[in-house]
Nanobody, 115 residues
């Protein structure tokens, strides 16, 4: 069973920073793109950032320049560094792994940004 274990959510004031972490097994990490999605109340889940096994990244336009996704190939962990947070970033953030083996999700971690 594939597990994605997330950590790092919380409550922060606007302008603050948080770092999310997501760890998984080596076999999944090395062969799948890793990403972060988010879902705000009454909204659809949306892609925030993704990094390929080779390190290529892509971001949602509204987070470019504020969020950075990275992967540690030794720790089998993907990170999302979130700076200059805004109230509209408030959502449940989900770690995702996708590749030929399928799509996998973490349990979600709440990020709340107060104004």
């Amino acid at each position: 069973q594939v597990q994605l274990v997330e950590s790092g959510g919380g409550l922060v004031q606007a302008g603050g920073s948080l770092r999310l972490s997501c760890a998984t097994s080596g076999s999944i990490f090395s062969s799948h793109a890793m990403g972060w999605f988010r879902q705000a109340p009454e909204k659809q889940r949306e892609l925030v950032a993704r990094v390929s096994p080779g390190g290529s990244t892509n971001y949602k336009d509204s987070v470019k320049g504020r969020f950075t996704i990275s992967r540690d190939n030794v720790k089998n962990t993907v990170y999302l560094q979130m700076n200059s947070l805004k109230p509209e970033d408030t959502a449940v953030y989900y770690c995702n792994a996708n590749g030929v083996g399928g799509w996998y999700w973490g349990q979600g971690t709440q990020v709340t940004v107060s104004s």
